[in-house]
């Protein structure tokens, strides 16, 4: 990423980004009281946001929702269109933010292909319409109101979702929120609240559930996905081809931990090379933390390898997603050559076609763009100074799980890495580094530890402690087999 490109990114917002945000902080505001019990600057609140739909698509519903809502009549129906309506608002918000970095970066972006509608279906009995019960008795009741008997209440809800393979990405979402909640009881003694995160998960939870919403399984499938569940309107698509790796951005929460591997594909014989991502889970306890979350994705060895090992992935007909996920199969993949991530960087990310972003997936904080930055010094607090332009590096989200720290990155020379949009600000999120250890120039990544840690500090450490993972896996199977 070079300081002009730098400098045209962080030239100013996007015109109307403030007074945007400024309608959602409204919104999230009446949450946190609840919606049952509106004053006369949250009703307000909720009729300029529907005011500022009144010449779209959304504007009838909006206005309909926000006056039922604000007279006392809270319905099932009306909440979803208010979260449609706040989800449309952040989408906008996110377009805007992501057309001014692709213009940075001179990146030419794919289209979305609007598959058809899914039919509809009443699911008033079944576990979906049971969330969606739960997710409205949130908002009526408000974050301030949430007690440990609201939350419990969730309990069976997430329990019988998560029997079902097609739902289990919901239920997931839920179970997270279902546990800050739970982590924060009782919540009107706290005080600061994440108010948009906690509007953010309730929002996509009431889409996600929503009759005849889209469920892909987020989990790994025992079997390629159903063309229903692939993106775009011609049914699956599948890619061939070299994926190359550039890192892995590692999500962890105490309940789910995700590996999300960013890449380029080069297409077999030949074509357009793409940005990819490649997203595996699995379910987790707050035990189970560090390099040991590593274990619980044994599923995909050859994933696996080919972050530790930093070799490139020989991919054949593998499912993928109009939004550039591949649906991963373990199967599908072998192991090619060596292929170092920041020449990779440097050869490819140059006239690479980026993917479309889905409908429900265009909010601020979900841009996640790999760049390369080099030939910058860092800042005493931590910033990249690339002379003409300071580009403010997120630390905090290094993982806990791989060999790449703070400190590595202060000392490093060159950085692959995610540009975020967070707090009104762009940032950059380290996936790889190249710095000096002993006045000998290293690669740090993310991804080093994928197939166990390589130190013999964090070797011994885990020795000491134990195989969370084994221990808990052995006890389970002693209860199975009672």
């Avoid at 969730?154 to 982590?183: F, M």
């Avoid at 860092?378 to 989200?397: E, K, N, Y």
């Amino acid at each position: 990423m070079l300081p002009v490109q730098l400098t045209r990114l962080l030239d100013g917002d996007p015109a109307g980004l403030g007074e945007a945000l400024e309608l959602v902080t409204g919104l999230d505001e009446a949450l946190v009281h609840g919606l049952a019990r509106l004053a006369e600057e949250r009703a307000a609140a909720l009729t300029a946001l529907a005011d500022a739909f009144a010449l779209t698509p959304l504007g009838e519903g909006l206005a309909e929702a926000t006056a039922k809502i604000t007279a006392g009549s809270i319905t099932e129906e009306s909440l979803t269109t208010l979260a449609g309506g706040r989800a449309a608002l952040l989408g906008a918000v996110h377009d805007a933010l992501l057309t001014d970095l692709d213009a940075a970066l001179g990146r030419e972006r794919d289209t979305w292909q609007e598959a058809a509608p899914a039919a509809g279906a009443d699911d008033t009995g079944n576990p979906l319409g049971a969330a969606r019960s739960w997710l409205c008795e949130l908002a009526i009741t408000g974050w301030r109101g949430v007690d440990h008997g609201l939350v419990s209440a969730a309990d069976q809800v997430i329990e019988a979702l998560l029997t079902v393979p097609g739902h289990r990405r919901p239920a997931v979402l839920l179970d997270g929120l279902a546990a800050e909640l739970r982590a924060s009881c009782p919540v009107g003694t706290m005080e600061r609240l994440p108010v948009r995160r906690w509007a953010d998960l309730w929002t996509r939870a009431l889409l996600l559930t929503g009759a005849g919403a889209r469920q892909p399984e987020p989990f790994e499938p025992s079997e390629p996905s159903e063309p229903s569940e692939l993106s775009g309107p011609s049914g699956p698509s599948k890619l061939s081809g070299r994926l190359l790796i550039l890192g892995v951005d590692v999500h962890e929460h105490s309940t789910a931990v995700q590996a999300q591997v960013h890449g380029v594909l080069e297409p077999a014989g030949g074509g357009r090379v793409r940005l990819v991502r490649v997203s595996v889970a699995a379910a987790k306890v707050d035990t189970i933390a560090g390099p040991a979350v590593w274990k619980l994705l044994h599923r995909h060895p050859r994933l696996l390898g080919a972050l530790a090992e930093r070799r490139g992935l020989d991919i054949t007909d593998m499912p993928v997603l109009a939004g550039g996920d591949l649906v991963w199969d373990d199967s599908r993949a072998r192991a090619g050559e060596p292929a170092d991530p920041f020449a990779v960087a440097r050869l490819r990310l140059a006239g690479v076609l980026a993917p479309a972003v889905p409908p429900l997936d265009r909010h601020p904080v979900r841009i996640a763009e790999p760049v390369l930055v080099e030939g910058y010094k860092v800042t005493a607090d931590g910033s990249f100074d690339l002379g003409d332009v300071v580009l403010t590096v997120d630390a905090g989200l290094l993982p806990a799980c791989g060999p790449l720290t703070p400190k590595l990155v202060a000392g490093s020379s060159a950085c692959v890495g995610l540009v975020r949009w967070d707090d009104g600000r762009w940032l950059l999120q380290p996936l790889a580094v190249q710095t000096k250890v002993k006045r000998e120039t290293l690669d740090v990544h993310t991804g080093d530890w994928a197939l166990g840690p390589t130190d013999p500090k964090v070797v011994k450490a885990e020795a000491r402690t134990g195989d969370a993972v084994t221990i808990l896996r052995e006890r389970a199977g002693r209860l199975l087999r009672r």
